[in-house]
């Protein structure tokens, strides 16, 4: 086995391994060494490991064929794998991706046991890599429909190449956490997706045909004490499913736990803001939802309002005060992000046509938490800022995530506190457009973490393949994709068939060739029949599986360059043809007139 932590598991609908959310606290297992020596060892159990995997397979195979009377506890038994250490083969396991043990727990019994084991789960998910998720909401352009889709950046800064099947054309991302999205949809569930395995459960919404209802007025996030899953709802004041003169409000705040069979409600201490959930955003850290709401008390008109999750509490917090603000180039604006697992509040001016842009200096607050007190504390001064603040999370390892324009996803390395940010060393990551719009920005895993354990109070099943794009709205774009399809199929038809019969028209000619007796056009002949030969670029096989749509733009453009490349190599081939022959004609005349003179 090769550890490979990058490795796609989308698409899969493979088994998986036990819900961590209850065993989190490991004690007998210890987590692989990071020492050169660990990892020297770590390379040679791998080997040793795949001999015996090997091994396994041929004496299965050699079983079934010479030992077909035995029992299959006597078979499992005598296999050389059952009699490593159990603790060795977990740590080997614990540095293989989720798409690699959805295999190996076919493979048999012990391996089943092990993979699927709770405290397995729980540590082979805190060794799991990080990826940013770019998710993309459905929307309009020049009036035509485009679906929700997302990115996955991984820890090289690579995007994959593929769509995220258990996201469909109509959902919204409004939450991940350990491996698991939460999506929004527009008919009366929700539903929660394994990212890897594909599994979904799927769950009534607290309130039905609630009258502007919006996938940011939920939440979802991880208890790390009681090792639950949590899901929110900002319930907007409402009678009957309408929405009365403060619509803008919100009184309760609707709670479910994965598992249980019912949501609870919660009453706000007052009536809050809902267009401030909408425009800050919502996170979620060590067991509390964060948010800001308007606060005439305070000096910047915003607090931050908590919620703890265990102890069904609210509190509040105010603002830091030190910053400057002139409003030289607009209102300010605030965000709350998290960064690195703490509550970030994000503070810039705005522009005065656009309230997503950012101008002048972008500073972030972090807030620690302690038991004694609350203190905030400046993390960053970022001067010349990106367009466009992503969230809930914008930063990824060392890096800041960024948005230019309202398409360009790019990177820029935190170098310190303060700092001015150089465009021309900017990392292009992708290009969104014209999908650029309302992008987000979340951390997330793969991961073991099964949802069957949920199942109490909600449906879960594996999505049909691509469910959703069935629908009458999305048939011109599937329409527009299988016509792609048939270009690239008739392409490569074609090609095939300007290879085959150029091949076989040179083959021919070097036949004639020596019948020439003329040297110089000998040599014409057979330099112009060389350019006959139409080489084109190996022809790749098509995936069947869905292309996010920046690599969908990427396909087109291939498509469109190898399209004019077919038709120059084309070109190239017919004119040196029709020179070949035009020369063949010269010879053939010269012949006949040294014929008709000597007769």
Same mark, same amino acid.
């Given at each position: ?7 796609? %598991?989308?698409?899969r ?6 819900? #961590?959310?209850n065993h989190f606290?490991?004690k ?5 060494s990071?020492?050169h *020596? *660990?990892d020297?060892?770590a390379?040679?159990i791998r080997?040793?490991l795949?001999?015996?995997l090997?091994?396994?397979?041929q004496?299965?195979?050699?079983t079934?064929v010479t ?5 299959k506890k ?5 296999c050389?794998?059952n009699?490593?250490p159990?603790?060795?083969?977990e740590?080997?396991?614990l540095?293989?991706?989720v798409?690699?043990?959805?295999t190996?727990v076919?493979?048999?019994k012990h391996?089943h ?7 397995f ?10 990826y940013a998720?770019l998710?993309?909401?459905r929307g ?10 997302a990115?996955?950046?991984?820890? #090289?800064?690579?995007?994959s190449?593929? #769509?995220?099947?258990?996201? *469909?054309?109509?959902?919204f ?7 698991l999205?939460g999506l ?6 929700i539903k929660?997706a394994?990212l890897?395995?594909g599994?979904?459960?799927h769950?009534?919404?607290?309130a039905?045909n609630?009258?502007g ?5 939920y939440?979802f996030? +991880?208890?790390?004490? %009681? ?17 009365p003169?403060?619509k803008?409000?919100?009184?309760i705040?609707?709670? @479910?736990?994965?598992g ?9 201490p !007052?009536?809050?803001?809902?267009i401030s ?5 919502v996170v979620?850290?060590d067991g509390?939802m ?11 008109q ?5 919620f703890? =999750?265990?102890?069904e ?5 105010q603002l ?7 409003d030289?180039y607009?209102p300010?604006?605030?965000?709350i992000?998290?960064?690195?697992g703490?509550?970030?509040i ?13 101008l ?8 620690d938490n ?6 905030w504390?400046?993390?960053?001064n970022i001067?010349?800022?990106?367009n @466009?603040?992503l *969230?809930p999370h914008?930063?990824?390892r060392d890096?800041?995530? %960024?948005?230019?324009g ?7 390395e935190l ?7 150089d465009?021309? !060393?900017?990392v292009? =990551?992708l290009? +969104? ?8 920005s979340?951390?997330?895993v793969?991961s073991?973490v099964r949802?069957?354990?949920?199942s109490?109070a909600?449906?879960v099943?594996?999505p049909k393949?691509?469910?959703?794009w069935?629908?009458k !709205?999305w048939e011109? /774009?599937?329409q527009n994709?299988?016509k !792609? ?5 008739r ?5 095939h068939?300007? %290879?085959a ?5 040179h083959?021919r000619?070097?036949?004639l060739?020596p019948q ?10 057979c330099m ?7 080489? +084109?670029?190996?022809q790749q096989p ?5 292309l996010? /749509?920046?690599e969908?733009?990427?396909d087109?453009?291939?498509?469109f360059?190898r399209v004019?490349? +077919? ?7 017919t004119q040196?043809?029709?020179s ?10 010269d012949?006949?007139r040294?014929?008709t003179s000597?007769?």
């Open positions: 086995f090769r550890r490979n932590p990058g490795a796609g %598991t989308r698409g609908t493979a088994d998986e391994g036990e819900a #961590a959310g606290s490991v007998r297992r210890a987590l692989p990071q020492s *020596g *660990g020297r060892g390379r040679l080997i040793v795949k001999c015996l090997v091994q396994l397979l004496h299965r195979v050699f079934m030992e077909e009377t035995k029992s006597q078979r499992n038994g005598e050389i794998i009699r490593l159990v603790d060795l083969i740590r080997i396991f540095g293989l991706p798409s690699t043990l959805l190996c076919g493979v048999c391996w046991n092990i993979i699927r084991d709770p405290q789960v729980a540590l082979h998910l805190q060794c799991a890599p990080s998720l998710f993309s909401p309009l352009v020049s009036g035509e429909p485009y679906p929700s889709d990115v996955l950046i991984d820890e #090289a800064w690579s995007s190449r593929y #769509a995220v099947p258990v996201i *469909g054309p109509d959902d991302l409004f939450g991940s956490c350990n491996g999205l929004y949809t527009k008919t009366s569930m929660i394994n890897a395995t599994e979904c459960l769950l009534q919404k607290p039905k609630v009258k209802d919006h996938f940011c007025f939440s996030g +991880f208890h790390p004490v %009681t090792k639950e899953y949590k899901i929110t709802h900002f319930l907007g004041d409402c009678i009957n499913g309408r929405r003169h403060n803008d409000r919100f009184n705040i609707q709670v @479910y736990t994965l249980d069979e019912k949501w609870k409600d919660f009453r706000t !007052k009536a809050l803001s809902l959930v909408r425009n800050s955003g979620n850290v509390k964060y948010w800001l709401t308007e606060d005439m008390s305070a000096n910047c915003h607090s931050v309002m908590s703890d =999750l265990l102890e509490s609210f509190a509040m917090t830091p005060a030190a910053y400057e603000d002139h030289y607009g300010r604006k605030f965000w992000r998290d960064i690195d703490k509550i970030c994000v503070t810039a001016q705005t522009s005065h046509y656009d309230a997503r842009t950012v002048g200096e972008l500073q972030i607050w972090t807030l302690t038991a004694e007190q609350q203190r504390s400046r993390k960053y001067k010349n800022p990106p @466009y603040i *969230g914008f930063v990824h890096r800041i995530l %960024t948005q230019l309202s398409d360009d996803v790019c990177s820029y170098l310190s506190e303060n700092f001015k940010i465009l021309s !060393k900017m292009k =990551l290009d +969104f457009s014209p999908h650029g719009q309302n992008l987000q979340h951390n997330c793969k073991l949802l069957e354990v949920f109490k909600g449906i099943r594996r393949q691509w469910d959703g069935e629908l !709205k011109a /774009w599937e994709l299988a !792609k399809e048939t270009m690239w199929s392409l490569y038809e074609d090609e068939k300007k %290879t019969s150029t091949q076989s028209l083959a000619l070097n036949h060739l020439i007796l003329d040297d110089v056009m000998r040599q014409q002949i112009k029949n060389n350019q006959i030969c139409a080489a +084109f670029a190996d098509r995936s069947l599986r869905r996010n /749509w920046v969908q733009k990427r087109e453009e291939t498509l360059a004019e490349k +077919f038709i120059d190599i084309t070109m190239a081939a040196a043809i029709e070949v022959h035009d020369m063949i004609g010269r010879v053939t005349q012949l006949d040294t014929s000597k007769a």
